[in-house]
């Protein structure tokens, strides 16, 4: 505390005014609100802390190409199906269907490489 005593000393404060300010310093770092803010103040203080929001955009509606060989294999699966209720899900992906009384699903897909 000397220390610090002696720093506001040097800085051009008198003896009372430096014990003053480490007194105060130390009621704050306990909780103590020694400045309190106006209504307004206040207010100011919070919009000055508020930090800006990055505009929302609308998302963007991407076209997803069409995958032709994906297709054609999907076809030629369903056309060799010995099934029953051979449902189409997704023309490039997927079909659900009914071998015995049980539902089946095949899901194709292309690992990129």
């Known amino acids: 505390m000397n220390e610090q005593l002696e720093k506001l000393i040097a800085l051009g404060m008198t ?5 003053q300010v480490l007194q105060d310093d130390d009621e704050i770092a306990h909780g103590a609100d ?3 803010l106006t209504p307004e103040q ?14 929302d ?6 076209k997803r190409k069409e995958d032709a060989k994906k297709r054609e294999l999907i076809d030629s699966i369903v056309q060799n ?6 449902i189409v899900t997704n023309p ?17 897909s292309a690992p990129r490489t």
């Open 92 to 108: 490039e992906r997927q079909i659900d269907f009914e071998y015995h009384g049980r539902k089946f699903r095949i899901v194709l």
């Open 34 to 36: 020694l400045f309190p």
């Open 15 to 19: 003896e009372e005014e430096a014990k």
């Open 81 to 86: 199906l010995i099934a029953d209720n051979v």
């Open 57 to 62: 955009t609308k998302p963007r509606e991407r």
């Open 42 to 55: 206040e207010k100011a203080s919070a919009q000055a802390r508020r930090a800006e929001r990055k505009k």
